[in-house]
């Protein structure tokens, strides 16, 4: 069983823009944990896309979204969204939310440091 929960996703043109969110499943304590965003496209490696730190002081983006994705907590903290705008096709892939317990895996994102797992979401960009 999933301890995150990933939605949003869907089907949407170039150019157009997708909110993902994840929430924690039972009574996970999100709010405990660093937060990163993951994404894989088909035939691809999985790569880290966001993160931001327990506080929400702290975020990180891959270059390719830069400028265009921005990731955040809510109020209480126990909920991350991705704010995904000017999308682009090479955007196109299953996003994952993943939870650490340590905010020094919010930097260059590597899939083994991050301890729990939501179950994806598809996100496709294409007209």
């Known amino acids: 069983q999933s301890h995150l929960v990933e939605s949003g996703g869907g089907l949407v043109q170039p150019g157009g823009s997708l909110r993902l969110s994840c929430t924690p499943s039972?009574?996970?304590?999100?709010?405990?944990?660093?937060v990163g965003w993951f994404r894989q496209a088909p035939g691809k490696e999985r790569e880290g896309v966001s993160c931001?730190?327990?506080?929400?002081?702290?975020?990180n983006y891959v270059d390719s979204v830069k400028g265009r994705f921005t990731i955040s907590r809510g109020d209480a903290k126990n909920t991350v969204s991705l704010q995904m705008n000017s999308l682009k096709p090479e955007d196109t892939g299953v996003y994952y939310c993943?939870?650490?317990?340590?905010?020094?895996?919010?930097?260059?994102?590597?899939?083994?440091?991050?301890?729990?797992w939501g179950q994806g979401t598809q996100v496709t960009v294409s007209s």
């Open positions: 931001i730190t327990t506080s929400g002081g702290i975020t």
């Open positions: 993943a939870a650490t317990y340590s905010d020094n895996a919010c930097g260059p994102q590597v899939r083994d440091d991050y301890d729990y």
């Open positions: 039972s009574r996970f304590p999100l709010d405990n944990y660093a």
